[in-house]
């Protein structure tokens, strides 16, 4: 059973314009939901958090929504740049046993062009 | 530059043949992690440390075991691979203290990974 979700594996956007990534939850007893981002050949990098006691976390290009009643976050990019180019996971986190825990999506390959 | 090292980067190992992957920290960060991710899949936790303390997930294999014998080692050992067992391996670390409940820190760091080949 998939917690968190990203329905769309792939995502094509012009350089300059917005990118917007979606992920969907299941489990409304996340507390704490990440962005991260992944090149080839290396591990995913932290991108962008928000705490499920707010709707909106802005850093630079980088925004993330969260939307409770409909389960559901998104990661706004804007505006694109082409080293933006990577695959994005969505995580939540639960508190379990004194501890964190994560629950990652199946990521989304971003690709901007320029 | 503090860090997470995985290596080696690339295991070639035979079915049934013991392999070990290793994951070393500079960060001195008292949580560890292992995930195992196959193509296409999201990463999956088979287990955790916080601290000394082993926490392993309900549907992680017996086949997977895991060491940590202080803050910067922790090691993955796959007792008997299987084809099945062919992914790559990430580690991560985290700094976790809870102060009145709110954790000090959410975010992971990740390691480049693993990848295991079973030949």
């Known amino acids: 059973d998939q917690q968190v979700k990203q329905n769309s594996p792939s995502l094509s956007v012009q350089e300059g314009r917005i990118s917007i990534l979606n992920c969907d939850y299941t489990?409304?007893?996340?507390?704490?939901f990440l962005w991260y981002k992944k090149y080839p050949a290396e591990g995913p990098t932290f991108l962008i958090s928000?705490?499920?006691?707010?709707d909106k976390n802005e850093d630079g290009r980088f925004t993330v929504f969260l939307n409770k009643s409909a389960k559901h976050l998104s990661l706004h990019i804007v505006p694109s740049q082409p080293g933006d180019s990577a695959v994005y996971f969505c995580a939540a986190s639960q508190l379990t046993s004194g501890t964190y825990k994560y629950i990652f999506g199946t990521g989304t390959r971003l690709k901007v062009l320029a | 530059d503090a860090m997470v090292i995985q290596n080696p980067r690339y295991q070639v190992t035979q079915f049934g043949k013991p392999v070990t992957l290793s994951c070393s920290q500079t960060?001195?960060?008292?949580?560890m992690y292992w995930y195992q991710q196959k193509s296409s899949q999201a990463p999956k936790l088979l287990f955790h440390?916080?601290?000394?303390?082993?926490?392993n997930e309900a549907d992680t294999p017996d086949n997977f075991q895991s060491r940590r014998p202080n803050t910067s080692f922790c090691f993955l050992d796959i007792r008997s691979p299987g084809l099945g067992d062919a992914a790559m391996y990430l580690c991560a670390t985290s700094k976790e203290s809870l102060v009145g409940f709110i954790p000090s820190s959410y975010e992971q760091y990740f390691g480049p990974g693993t990848r295991l080949t079973v030949t």
């Open positions: 440390y916080y601290d000394k303390d082993f926490n």
């Open positions: 489990n409304s007893m996340f507390d704490y």
């Open positions: 960060l001195n960060h008292n949580v």
């Open positions: 928000i705490s499920s006691i707010k």
